[in-house]
Structure formats: structure tokens, C-alpha cells
């Protein structure tokens, strides 16, 4: 695993864009993971930029959707299809056509979860996985003491976890549905490279214990020290509580310009 602690979440967009951008000019119908809340806003933002300079053509790329709650309409401001919609497809000018993701108002929600996980496989596997991570550990929506190769399934959310996405309901917690679909943390490590991006003081605790603490069920994130090409990338305050980070600094330091992430 490769730990990448930068300046300031802009900082951690633009090298997290310019890696998407590596990838996508060499496989420019890479299918790219992406995950909804605050964290990624700044890599969607210079990955745009870098589309509106003629930096890069995305017109290919194909986009999947890491997680969906259930029951809220698809049309549903706050379905993670329509803040995808809005947050990446938009802005880089791609269609519905170009977007994979599980239905979850659908009545036969086991059996989105099934098919989502067949569509994944079909479009040849996720290249580039985007992840936030929850304050309690959780990528996707994978609470804490999820299976560690678990599949794309219903979870129930943690209390935590609808008060701390209450913000995006009006900050009523009532508001936020109880269950979700999600990638599992096994479909999650399928994905050729898995990147996790993390600002913030409030996720440096869960930082600490997924690239430093055991592999444990307790912490999902933890589970992407399994994965051959994993890339942890943080802000200072994220990577406040990491024992090792003048270790991690020095290595990033010292790596050839080439490597990028
Ligand atoms: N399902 C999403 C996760 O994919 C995301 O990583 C997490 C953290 O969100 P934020 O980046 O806003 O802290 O929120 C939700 O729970």
C-alpha cells in the first residue's frame, strides 16, 4: 500500500485527477469507480478542468457507482445516481449510457444487487476505484464487521453513518434511508487500482487504523492492504494520527516522476 500525504484536499484532487487522466489516456474506455460525498468534490473538479483545457477526452470512459441507498426514487435529488449525475457525468459532458449503477428503488432490490454485480463483470472490471471512507472505517457503505469479501449486497447503516450524511436531507436524520445497496469489500478489491482519498481531521483516527492497524472486519478500509495496488492518499490532518508517515513521505519523495500514484 502507498500512502501519499499532500498539502491540502486540493492537492489531493489534482493528483488523484492526474492519475485518472494517466489511465485514461492509456485505455480510454477505462471504466472509473467513483464514490459520492465531499471527499472526492475536488478530484471531479480538476478532472473536469483538465477535460474543458483539452487536457484529456473522456468521451469513451465509462462510470460506476460505488453505492445506492434504498428506496429513494432514482430521480431522487440525493440518490447517489443523481449526485453522480450531477457531480461527474455533467461535468464531463458523458451520458447515461456511459454510467453503471444499481437500481435501488427497484422492488427486486436482492436481485439489483445481483445484477449490478454481473454488469461490473460484463463491462471487464472496474480500473480505477475512487473511495472515501466513513469516520467509522466503512468504503462504499461497508459498516463496520462487513465480511471482507463480502459482494454487492443490502447493508443497514450504521446510526453513525445517517447522521453524519443527515447533512444532505436537510440535516434530518429521519430523512436518511436505512439501507443501502453497496459494492462489497470484495467486488471493491477486484478493481485493478483502488485509491482512497481522505481530508480532515475527523478521518484520521480511521486512516490510522485501515493502513496501520490489523486487517479486521472492524474496519473495512483495513481491507485494502490486501489489495496489490492500493493507494491511500491524505491531507495533513488526515494523516495525523499515522506512526509511520515521515516513512511515507520520505518513499513518496524519493519516487521517480514517472511512477505517478
Ligand atoms: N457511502 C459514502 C462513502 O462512499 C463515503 O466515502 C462516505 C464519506 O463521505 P465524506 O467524503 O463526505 O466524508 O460517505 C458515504 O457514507
Not at 251 to 256: E, I, L, Q, R
Request: net charge negative; proline share 5%.
Amino acid at each position: 500500500m502507498e500512502v501519499v500525504i499532500v498539502p491540502d484536499a486540493k492537492a489531493g484532487g489534482e493528483l488523484v485527477a492526474e492519475a485518472m487522466v494517466r489511465l485514461l489516456r492509456r485505455k480510454p474506455d477505462a471504466l472509473l469507480g467513483v464514490a459520492t460525498g465531499s471527499t472526492p468534490l475536488p478530484v471531479y473538479e480538476a478532472l473536469a478542468a483538465r477535460v474543458r483545457s483539452g487536457a484529456v477526452d473522456v468521451s469513451e470512459a465509462r462510470i460506476a457507482q460505488l453505492d445506492e441507498y434504498v428506496g429513494l426514487p432514482v430521480d431522487h435529488p440525493e440518490s447517489y445516481r443523481s449526485v453522480l449525475r450531477r457531480e461527474v457525468l455533467d461535468p464531463l459532458g458523458l451520458g447515461a449510457d456511459a454510467f453503471l449503477g444499481p437500481d435501488g428503488s427497484d422492488e427486486d432490490v436482492v436481485g439489483a444487487c445481483a445484477s449490478y454485480e454481473k454488469a461490473l463483470a460484463a463491462a471487464g472490471g472496474v480500473d480505477f476505484q475512487l473511495l472515501g471512507i466513513g469516520t467509522d472505517g466503512h468504503i462504499g457503505f461497508n459498516e463496520p464487521c462487513s465480511s471482507l469479501s463480502s459482494r454487492t449486497r443490502i447493508k443497514t447503516l450504521t446510526e453513525q453513518t445517517r447522521a453524519d450524511n443527515a447533512r444532505f436531507f436537510d440535516g434530518d436524520v429521519e430523512q436518511v434511508p436505512h439501507h443501502v445497496i453497496t459494492q462489497g469489500v470484495g467486488t471493491i478489491l477486484e478493481a485493478r487500482h483502488v485509491v482512497l482519498l481522505a481530508t480532515g481531521a475527523s478521518k484520521a483516527e480511521a486512516v490510522a487504523a485501515s493502513v496501520e492497524g490489523p486487517l479486521a472486519a472492524v474496519c473495512p478500509a483495513s481491507a485494502l492492504q490486501l489489495h496489490p495496488h492500493a493507494t491511500v492518499v491524505v491531507d495533513e490532518a488526515a494523516a495525523s494520527k499515522l506512526a509511520y508517515a515521515g516513512y511515507f513521505r520520505y518513499s513518496f519523495a524519493h519516487k521517480p516522476d514517472w511512477q505517478g500514484i
